[in-house]
């Protein structure tokens, strides 16, 4: 499997501003996506971070709202643009398709929690 | 992909065979069918997939229909550890690309 981390691993936000949280995964990957996981909720799909190429969103976000960067294959950012209260959940990285092994297996980071005041 | 459907919750004697069940009905012929956990809010763990065949690792046993409309994930001995909300999921799988639409899952308590 692969070594996932994200930063920050929490955070309490103000109103208004944005949070950037970084992915870091440990061996080269082909694919990178990013989950929300609202609270008491399940996991949802916002994005599948592209290296050299805009995110593709899902139904129901935005690139305005949740900018994505990939600038290679082991790593990624999310922003959480001006921020409210809705917007309090479990960001989630994900990573498959890790080069030369030959995997399709997706694996989570350890996720991270925001809190919106 | 193909829906599934599994309790919201299920208890189980710590030491025991944690079976549990998963209905997928409608899986195409190309679909896998993949369990994660979550335990308390930490990201997603994998567990194990299959598509046919039944599998086993160090972790669990998935057992797949004849049919592949259903099948169930055994823990063979739970511990407290294994406390936490499973999830089940059938996905293509192509070169890394598949999309994981999560359901609520199923809570399993393991008690002492």
């Known amino acids: 499997s692969a070594v996932i981390s994200q930063k920050p691993s929490r955070d309490i936000c103000q109103r208004g501003t944005s949070l950037t949280i970084q992915c870091q995964v440990d061996?080269?990957?082909?694919?990178m996506f990013w989950y929300r996981q609202q609270p008491g909720q399940s996991l949802t799909l916002i994005a599948t971070a592209n290296q050299g190429s805009e995110a593709t969103y899902e139904s129901g976000f935005v690139i305005d709202k949740f900018p994505i960067s990939r600038p290679n294959l082991t790593f990624s950012t999310l922003t959480v643009s001006n921020m409210s209260p809705e917007d309090s959940s479990i960001y989630l990285c994900?990573?498959?398709?890790?080069?030369?092994?030959?995997?399709?297996?997706?694996?989570f980071g350890p996720g991270t929690r925001l809190t919106v005041l | 992909d193909a829906k599934t459907t599994q309790p919201p919750s299920m208890d189980c004697a710590e030491g025991r065979a944690a079976n549990l069940p998963c209905n997928h009905s409608t899986i195409s012929g190309n679909e896998y069918v993949y369990w994660y956990r979550q335990i308390h809010s930490q990201g997603p763990q994998y567990i194990i997939h299959g598509l046919k065949n039944n599998e086993t690792n160090e972790m669990a046993s998935l057992i797949i229909t004849e049919d592949r409309k259903s099948s169930t994930l055994i823990l063979p001995h739970a511990t407290l550890r294994d406390t936490a909300v499973y999830y089940c999921i059938v996905t293509t799988s192509l070169q890394g690309a598949q999309k994981l639409v999560f359901g609520q899952g199923t809570r399993l308590t393991i008690n002492p």
């Open positions: 061996s080269q990957v082909t694919m």
């Open positions: 994900s990573v498959s398709g890790l080069i030369g092994r030959g995997t399709d297996t997706q694996y």
